[in-house]
């Protein structure tokens, strides 16, 4: 099947040509608040990065603990369910992007 | 970073300036495009709302067949009788909010040439762009002696709605002791564990009502997504209720008996009280016939702006496209309408399209309380329509005898409906 290659090889380098944009580099970015990158997260986390569940909502989370608890699962000194599986490829750029959309965000309470 | 940035901003300009010069006037300005989706659902839906909210001077027209549309994620529940159907079924209600224009009125051709969709109605809706997520059609064919009619007692159950719900009356209504047998097609096809999410879920059910009865897996295939974590949940939850038969066991099937309920196969025949049959699939009969297939069965694409690789100015996500190693799950469809609406408004703004980093989870239920997953990670890619998963990535639930795992991944799939429903159709 597709997805039966569980690799948990070294971690920490970013796949070669995996640099992509930080920020939001092309010309008319204005209406693209959201980066590309960061669309994903949301079908688990919610809209807006709100969840109505038992997922937790990033959205208004502090910045730095989004960044830590990201580089903690992609490095694994953080341990999830299945976060650990999603973002081990990410940079440290992308990962730089994500938090500081999310953190950008705001939350439930607020 | 700000050098990443600034060789990031050149390129970009570079790329812009040698597709299409930038003092020439573009051929749409973007404050007049209109794009139109086809398909309703986590696809259609998913590219209609992103394209509203990354581009808010396009027009976005979406097509749909119903007013309504009920989710194949959490379907299984319906089944198993844990959730009712108007709990999976949406309208299009907070799509309109947002801007989209809905029209209930099925696609019924998709002319390329003169970049035009044709409504059953007899209406012609002119694109700029158009973003095509209609699912799939059955290859009836492809069964001995199959036609459609087969589903009216041997229901699919594969496209949600009167088919769940005819499954789920045949399993309630089967006598004490009986057989429901799944027959799940060879790859490739929608939702890979959904059969076997399926066989669990009426599994539970039965263990509750008929805890004598049986569950068949005659199976096209031989091996399936998540194989060892289900077969350890049915051994937990369910010991000696779910057979899986492999495809190497039977040889294929030779004869189905819709009447008398009965499959033959090479080397066996069974006998059940309800048949889920699943036939084989491809992509939905509208891009086959826009010649999208090309001479096969799915529209193949541009990796990183999911442009049909046979028609300009067409792009097809989801289940009909074939997108690298990317599985046919509504989690896929919706993170390739997100990636794909960007990809439209960067080409409709005579823009690079960037790169998108698309993630895809596919959660399984196998008891109520008892949740598994698979998860993979792809990067978007112009060319060669690879998407390959990435490596150091992906991969399912660690296996063993876990409890608070599968009590945390069932709460986590529940969750995950709720939010990905809410963000495709919520208000």
């Given amino acids: ?110 | 970073m700000s050098a990443r940035l600034t060789r990031r901003q050149t390129l970009g300009y570079a790329g812009a300036a040698l597709s299409a010069p930038l003092l020439s006037a573009p051929a749409l300005a973007q404050g007049s495009a209109h794009v139109v989706v086809i398909g309703g659902g986590f696809g259609g839906a998913s590219a209609a709302r992103s394209l509203r909210r990354v581009a808010p001077d396009i027009r976005v027209t979406l097509v749909t067949d119903a007013p309504e549309f009920s989710t194949c994620p959490f379907s299984n529940l319906v089944i198993a009788g844990l959730r009712e159907i108007s709990e999976i079924t949406f309208s299009y209600d907070a799509l309109r909010a947002e801007g989209v224009e809905v029209r209930v009125d099925p696609a019924a051709a998709l002319a390329p040439d003169r970049r035009e969709v044709v409504l059953q109605s007899g209406d012609r809706l002119a694109y700029d762009r158009a973003i095509v997520s209609p699912g799939i059609d059955f290859v009836w064919d492809a069964l001995p002696g199959g036609n459609p009619g087969m589903a009216a007692s041997l229901p699919h159950a594969w496209k949600a709605g009167a088919q769940t719900l005819m499954l789920r009356d045949q399993i309630q209504a089967m006598p004490e002791g009986g057989t429901v047998i799944i027959a799940p097609p060879d790859n490739p096809f929608r939702c890979p564990p959904g059969p076997y999410e399926r066989a669990s879920l009426v599994a539970h059910y039965l263990s509750q009502h008929n805890p004598s009865a049986k569950v068949l897996i005659v199976d096209g295939k031989n091996q399936f997504s998540k194989q060892s974590l289900f077969t350890e949940g049915w051994e937990a939850l369910y010991p000696g209720m779910i057979s899986f038969v492999p495809f190497s066991d039977h040889g294929g099937l030779s004869a189905i008996d819709a009447g008398a309920r009965r499959i033959e196969t090479y080397f066996e025949s069974f006998e059940a009280d309800v048949i889920n049959l699943i036939p084989p699939q491809s992509a939905a009969s509208i891009v086959r016939d826009a010649g999208l297939t090309g001479t096969g069965l799915w529209c193949e694409i541009d990796g990183l702006t999911f442009e049909s690789r046979e028609a300009e100015h067409v792009h097809v996500i989801g289940d009909a496209a074939i997108v690298g190693d990317m599985p046919k799950s509504g989690f896929s469809a919706s993170t390739q309408g997100k990636a794909c609406a960007h990809a439209v408004a960067a080409l409709l703004a005579q823009r690079t399209p960037e790169r998108a980093y698309l993630m895809n989870t596919c959660y399984s239920l196998v008891g109520p309380e008892y949740g598994i997953s698979v998860a993979g990670v792809y990067r978007s890619e112009t060319g060669n329509n690879r998407l390959s998963s990435l490596p150091d990535s992906g991969g399912t639930s660690e296996a063993g005898d876990l409890p608070q795992l599968r009590r945390d991944e069932a709460d986590y799939a529940r969750g995950w409906y709720a939010n990905i429903t809410q963000e495709l159709f919520g208000a």
Avoid at chain 1, 6 to 11: E, N
Avoid at chain 1, 92 to 104: H, K, L
Wanted: hydrophobic content about 45%.
């Fill in chain 1, 1 to 110: 099947m597709i997805f039966h290659h569980a690799r948990r090889i070294a971690r920490g380098v970013a796949a070669a040509g995996a640099v992509c944009a930080f920020g939001l580099a092309s010309a008319g970015a204005a209406q693209e608040a959201r980066p590309v990158n960061a669309e994903s997260c949301t079908s688990c986390h919610g809209p807006g990065g709100v969840s109505l569940g038992a997922i937790p909502t990033i959205a208004g989370q502090d910045v730095a603990e989004l960044d830590a608890a990201l580089r903690g699962y992609r490095d694994g000194a953080r341990q999830g369910t299945i976060m650990g599986r999603l973002v081990g490829p990410l940079s440290d750029a992308e990962i730089v992007e994500i938090s500081a959309y999310f953190a950008a965000l705001t939350g439930p309470e607020q």
